[in-house]
């Protein structure tokens, strides 16, 4: 049976069509990576749906090249040369990202935009129930999780040179626009019924409320790794969708595990929390409102629906580049394949947050 655990953990060799000139990158690796020395070898790691993702290993050193994927591209994706911007000055304010050794905007290298970062070690966790964890170990897990999200949206993001890294207010607007025209674009892949009922009731029911922070945009657990043997994040990885956006809406997103069915993306939904040793819903939300200092969320249940259709959106856009042969992940057909029942669970979050 494949699981996303041994779907998308791991490497394996470079898949056709995904290439890399090990010459050029040598010689790219030398003249802008200190301490780099080959001989060079190079893996694809299997997760990844939206940037290809290599592992570069030499005698000495491993890191990890992030680069755009072949072919035409969508206006405003693979922005990679803002994720090297986000992993360069979160550093700077001591947030566990993986360091930044280089961004190279020359497609005579490789073809299309990449950057190189260390290769951080440590535990993925692809079940987000944890399998083989006491209860403690998982409240630890969760917990660490909880703080470190809440420790991201209380950077000062003027301080570390990400004060132009997105536009502050009317988030929610524009982002439901941004991923509404890129579905009514991606005409390729189809239209939904829920979907379109969401791009006209999203817009309309927007909650009060304009605080900014910098946001992940795509902060769940397997985006995570943790310290091997400790509760403690080491690194926060795929910063593609990040920008200055709304808090409530990156924290929703990463609570939506907990109404998200396991066989779509690391969700908790019909899991026996209790038992577990998993913080429920409330709580969680409880522990990421008082290390923010705030007493609850109003309009938390609209940002759980906004953050389904955002992902709903991403799927579809998944369905889109494996019609047109430039899905980098070779299990994007598995994740369009519960495209349909992700956008009816888009439209239920909606119907909970007051939609008729």
Known sequence: MTTRANADSGTTAVRPGYELDLARLDAWMRGHVSGYAGPLSVEQFRGGQSNPTYKLVTPEQRYVLRKQPPGQLLKGAHALDREAKVLTGLAQAHFPVPAVHGLCTDPAVLGTIFYVMDMVEGRIFWDATLPGMVPEERSAIFDAMNATIAALHSIDFGTIGLG?????????????????????RDAEAGRDSAMDRLVEWLPAHIPPGAETSIVHGDFRIDNLIFHPTEPRVLAVLDWELSTLGHPGADFAYNAMMYRMPPH?????????????GIPDESSYLAAYCRRRGLTDMPGYDFYVAFNFFR??????????????????SAQARERIAALPELMRLAWAQ???????
Do not use: M, T
Request: net charge positive.
């Open 350 to 356: 909606a119907e909970r947050a007051g939609a008729k």
């Open 164 to 184: 132009d890294y997105g536009r502050p207010g009317n988030y929610f607007a524009r982002q439901i626009a941004r991923w509404s025209d890129q579905y009514f």
């Open 311 to 328: 992902l709903a959106a991403i799927f579809h856009g998944i369905k889109g580049r494996v019609i047109r042969g430039n899905a980098s």
């Open 264 to 276: 779509i993306v690391a969700g908790l939904s019909g899991s026996d929390l209790g038992a577990l």
